[in-house]
C-alpha cells in the first residue's frame, strides 16, 4: 500500500474475527495487503485462521485459506498444517481446490509438512472434479525447483 500500517495490525486482526461476514472480509483483504512476515501480532491470528478453517460456512473457510495463502510464515505453517490437509476430504469441491493451492504455499515454508500430506495428496489426483488435478500442477514445479527426494 505504500505505508507502514503496524500500527493498525492488532485492529486488524479484531475486524478479522468479526462474526459478520462482510467485516471479516475486509479484516483478510487488510491483512493479505500489510502482514509482513516480521509482523509481531501475527501469532494472535492463529486460533482465529484455525477456527475459520473448521467453520461451516464455506466463505469463511475460503477467506481464511486465501489470507493464509497470502501472509503465511514458517510457524503459521507449521501450526496449521494439519488443518488445511484436513480439508482435502471437504465436501465441497472449491474448499478442496483452495486447500490444495495454499498447501503448495505451506510447502514452500514448510517443506517437512509434505511427508504426513503426501497420500492424501495422491488421493486427490483422482478426485471426481475435474477441476483438482489442474490444482496440483504447482507440486510438478516445486518438485523441480526445491529438488527434495519424496
Not at 509482513?36 to 501480532?41: A, F, I, N
Not at 497420500?119 to 523441480?144: G, I, N
Request: hydrophobic content about 45%; charged content about 25%.
Amino acid at each position: 500500500m505504500g505505508y507502514e500500517m503496524n500500527w493498525a495490525s492488532f485492529n486488524v486482526i479484531e475486524v478479522m474475527s468479526s462474526q459478520k461476514f462482510a467485516y471479516k472480509r475486509i479484516g483478510y483483504v487488510a491483512a493479505c495487503q500489510s502482514f509482513k512476515p516480521e509482523t509481531e501480532v501475527l501469532m494472535l491470528a492463529t486460533n482465529l485462521i484455525k477456527k475459520d478453517l473448521a467453520s461451516a460456512n464455506m466463505f469463511d473457510t475460503s477467506l481464511a485459506l486465501n489470507g493464509l495463502a497470502n501472509f503465511l510464515t514458517p510457524d503459521l505453517a507449521r501450526d496449521l498444517s494439519a488443518d488445511v490437509v484436513a480439508l482435502l476430504n471437504n465436501s465441497r469441491p472449491y474448499i478442496r481446490k483452495k486447500a490444495v493451492l495454499t498447501l503448495y504455499k505451506i510447502f514452500l515454508k514448510f517443506p517437512d509438512a509434505l511427508r504426513p500430506a503426501f497420500p492424501r495428496l495422491k488421493e486427490k489426483l483422482e478426485d471426481p472434479d475435474p477441476s483438482k488435478p489442474l490444482s496440483l500442477h504447482p507440486f510438478h514445479s516445486f518438485q523441480k525447483v526445491k529438488k527434495y527426494q519424496y
